[in-house]
Each structure stands twice: as structure tokens, then as C-alpha cells.
């Protein structure tokens, strides 16, 4: 990357250029690709000289767009982070409102999603455009020179124009990184030549085969056959002389059913899965999978989750981001981005028996019940706090009264009346406790004498 200080957006409306706009399109090649492509394609990409990943990104576009299950999983991690609630908080942690409107906009949830993918593809360029409304522009991924930190105006150019002179430019991801996408490619490709296997099985013996013998001097009775087969549908027909010797090996006494390319195609998702989620049983279920089994696959993911979130907030919370966001005009000085505090009523009801458990033999501070479960503090806490003060003593001298005991009792009285009662109870506990010991002993010795030979025996 350059070590050169990046231009920010000018204060000025008027946008000097919008880098896509001098690029050389060029489509995404779809043409058939194997192993091999995919090995030069790392190659390509991985070269200390010139690096050029152009090959290596069509082959990533390719296998999302077409594997929906590659797509899915891919849509599962990054839905998840951008749908948690998130929020800008100043100095005092107190809501921004003016920010409420930047972070439910199109654009910052745009924004999101391509720092979320550079997770998928290594990297994501954008350009902010100057003016009033906060917006970019996606710089594609095969124009930008990564290790060398520029733009190049054709995929395939060796040098371009440093990312640090062009205003508003701002790169996300490691240099180097060539993604997760990386590592679902061998099996992506795999997948596909093995649906290729599961639609020509199907072609081929999905409908049931007529086969027709005739004698193979009669050439009458032959093409007599061969039209009554063409009238009689489409199904596979072969016509065999008698004379001759056929024998058809299917391999139905090892995959009559297809089975086997359906478990290379599912072993192929479960990979992906795994390399993309952590897992396999939170999208698909194996014939081995139980409660507990998919409810630790959920714990794995839930630590990639957070780990996608820790870096979104990362990036968000940026200087340059925040720069760009001050140019824009919001009033970000001193706050910083993060994420509301998701209610996990399972996780809760837990923690609350044991914090109610807690509270009877150690202070709590009521910061922690409104920081733990959510709870806003209200503004008038203290005035709020001295109200219940009041009721709960009020409710505590309402029960004197109906019990009994008259206002006029000192504090000094109440404990001694309290100590006297507990030695009271001392005492009853002494005494019932020496009566059964008393109890227990002649019960001993009745059992004692009763064996004893008595008079006349």
C-alpha cells in the first residue's frame, strides 16, 4: 500500500472525476472452467512480480452466480451482520439522532455489504462522490492492484494510479488476501461437473429403454420397427439384430438410484459450508445430526458472526470513514459506531435467576440491570429512584401497622425485640433437640431389654 496521506473528498460540490468512468469494461468470462484454470488463476494472483487476480475474481463471479448454495451461504454470513441494529453514540453514550437517518439509508447498507465481502473476496473499493447526500460508487474489484495499491484503468495493466491521489478512494481488506472464496472454488468446480453426472444419469435412465430384436436380413421388418418406434414417443429405443451379441452395464448394482452423485454433490456444499459458516449443520441436515449437534454448529457460528462484526465496526469507526463523514457534514467528533444490544430471552431468563440469586447477599448497582437487560436509564433517575425510596418505605410501615407493632417503637427496641425472639427460638431448639436425643436413647434400650429371656421361658 502507498505511505502517502489519502486526499478526502473536497468541501467543494463539484466532484473532480469519478475513477469508473475512465475504466475499459470488459465482461465477466464465462467460459467452461476446470482444475487446472483454477490453479493458473492462483497463480496468477499469487506472483511477487506483477499480480493480477482479473482471472482468478471472473472465476469467483462465475460460481456465485450460478451455485446456489455457494450464494446462499455467502448471503446467510452477510445478512446477519448488516440486519443487527446498530447505532452512532457520542462522548456521553447517548444516540445520535441526526445519524439514525445515515445508518437506515440504502447507501450505508450497501456500504455494509462490501465491507462485509472483503471478507469473501480479499478486498472492495469504493469512491465517495462530493455534495449534500452521502453516496459512492463501487470500484470493481479487478481494476484495483491490491499489492501495489492502485487503479488501473484496464484489468490487465501491470500499473495504475495510486489509490492515495485519487479523492475519496478508500480500499477495505488485506493486500494480500485473496479471500474466502478462495478455498470453495475446488469445490464449487467439483459440484458442477458432478450435477453434469446427476442430469446425464437422469437423461439416460430416467425413462424407461425399448429394445427391439429383428432379424437382421429382414429389412422390411426393420424399418417397419424403426417407424412404430418414432410414432410410439420419445424414450430411448435401440434396435438389435438377433445375430448379434448386447450387453448393457448401467451400473445400477452400485448406484441404482443416483446416490452417489447426490453424496459427492452434498459432500461439496458441506464443504463450502464449513469454509464460509463454520459449519454444516445451521444450512443443511446430515442423517447423523441431532438438537445438540446443531445447537453446537450454532455456537461456531455465532463466534464468526461477532467476528464479522468486530470488523465492520472496526472499519466503520475508522479515522478516514469518519473523516469522509464529517466532510458530509455529520456530527460524528468524539462518537463512534456500534451495535444496539441484541434481547437473547433464553440467555436472559438464565442470567436473571442467577442475578436475583446474586442481589440477595451483594449490592448491585442498578447501572448493571439497565447496562445487562437493555433497559434505558431514564433521564430523571435520581427523582424516579427517591419515589421508590419513599413507597417501599411507606409500604414497610403499612405492614407495622397491620401487624401490630405501634410507631412509637424505637429502632433500639425493634433489634432487641428481634434478638429476643432469636434467643426464644434457641431455646425451643435446645429443648426439642434434647427431648429426641432422650427419645432416641429409650427407644435403644427398649430394643436392648426386649431380647432379654423372660420368667417361664
Known amino acids: 500500500m502507498s505511505k502517502k496521506t489519502r486526499k478526502p473528498i473536497p468541501a467543494v460540490a463539484k466532484q473532480p472525476g469519478i475513477v469508473i468512468n475512465d475504466f475499459t469494461q470488459v465482461a465477466p468470462d464465462r467460459s467452461r472452467k476446470d482444475i487446472k484454470a483454477l490453479r493458473q488463476a492462483i497463480e496468477a494472483a499469487e506472483t511477487p512480480i506483477m499480480p493480477n487476480r482479473a482471472d482468478l475474481y471472473d472465476l469467483y463471479h462465475d460460481n456465485i452466480t450460478i451455485d446456489g448454495h455457494l450464494a446462499g451461504i455467502l448471503d446467510k454470513r452477510r445478512d446477519t451482520v448488516r440486519n443487527k441494529a446498530l447505532q452512532f453514540v457520542n462522548a456521553e453514550g447517548r444516540v445520535v439522532d441526526e445519524m439514525t437517518a445515515l445508518i437506515d439509508s440504502e447507501e450505508f447498507y450497501r456500504l455494509c455489504g462490501l465491507i462485509i465481502d472483503s471478507v469473501f473476496w480479499g478486498i472492495s473499493g469504493v469512491q465517495f462522490i462530493a455534495g449534500d447526500k452521502f453516496d459512492f460508487v463501487e470500484i470493481p474489484r479487478k481494476h484495483i492492484l491490491a499489492e501495489r495499491g492502485e487503479i ?30 478462495l478455498t470453495c ?4 468446480i467439483y459440484k458442477r461437473g458432478g ?16 429394445i427391439i430384436h429383428y432379424d437382421a436380413y429382414d429389412t422390411k421388418t426393420r424399418d417397419e420397427l424403426r417407424k412404430m418406434a418414432q410414432q410410439a414417443g420419445s424414450s430411448l429405443v435401440m434396435m438389435i439384430p438377433k445375430q448379434a451379441q448386447f450387453e448393457m452395464l448401467d451400473g445400477k448394482s452400485s448406484n441404482g438410484n443416483g446416490e452417489l452423485q447426490r453424496t459427492f454433490i452434498s459432500t461439496c456444499n458441506e464443504e463450502m459450508s464449513i469454509a464460509i459458516l463454520g459449519n454444516s449443520e445451521t444450512t443443511t441436515s446430515s442423517s447423523s445430526s441431532g ?31 469518519l473523516g469522509i463523514l464529517a466532510l458530509y457534514g455529520y456530527p460524528v467528533e468524539g462518537g463512534h459506531f456500534s451495535f444496539e444490544q441484541e434481547v437473547d ?18 449490592p448491585i448497582d442498578d447501572d448493571y440491570w439497565y447496562n445487562t437487560y437493555g433497559i434505558p436509564k431514564p433521564d430523571n433517575y435520581d427523582e424516579l429512584k427517591a419515589q421508590l425510596e419513599e413507597q417501599k418505605q411507606a409500604a414497610l410501615e403499612a405492614l407495622r401497622r ?42 435403644m434400650l427398649q430394643g436392648f431389654f426386649g431380647i432379654a429371656p423372660q420368667e417361664g421361658a
Open 291 to 321: 438438537y445438540a449437534q446443531a445447537k453446537e454448529h450454532g455456537k461456531q457460528q455465532q463466534e464468526i458472526i461477532k467476528a464479522d462484526m468486530k470488523l465492520l465496526l472496526n472499519t466503520l469507526n475508522s479515522d478516514y470513514f
Open 185 to 188: 472454488m475446488l469445490y464449487a
Open 402 to 443: 397491620s401487624s401490630g407493632v405501634s410507631n412509637d417503637h424505637s429502632e433500639d427496641e425493634t433489634q432487641q425485640e428481634q434478638q429476643e425472639n432469636a434467643q426464644q427460638r434457641k431455646e425451643n431448639n435446645r429443648t426439642r433437640n434434647a427431648a429426641n436425643k432422650a427419645k432416641n436413647l429409650a427407644d
Open 345 to 362: 430471552l433464553t440467555a436472559l431468563t438464565q442470567r436473571i435467576n442467577i442475578d436475583i440469586q446474586l442481589a440477595d447477599r451483594i
Open 195 to 210: 450435477l453434469g453426472d446427476l442430469a446425464q444419469y437422469v437423461e439416460i435412465f430416467g425413462q424407461p429403454v425399448r
Open 152 to 181: 488501473c484503468r484496464n484489468i490487465y495493466d501491470c500499473h495504475g494510479v495510486p489509490i492515495a491521489d485519487i479523492p475519496g478512494a478508500w480500499l477495505i481488506g488485506q493486500p494480500h488476501d485473496l479471500g474466502r472464496l
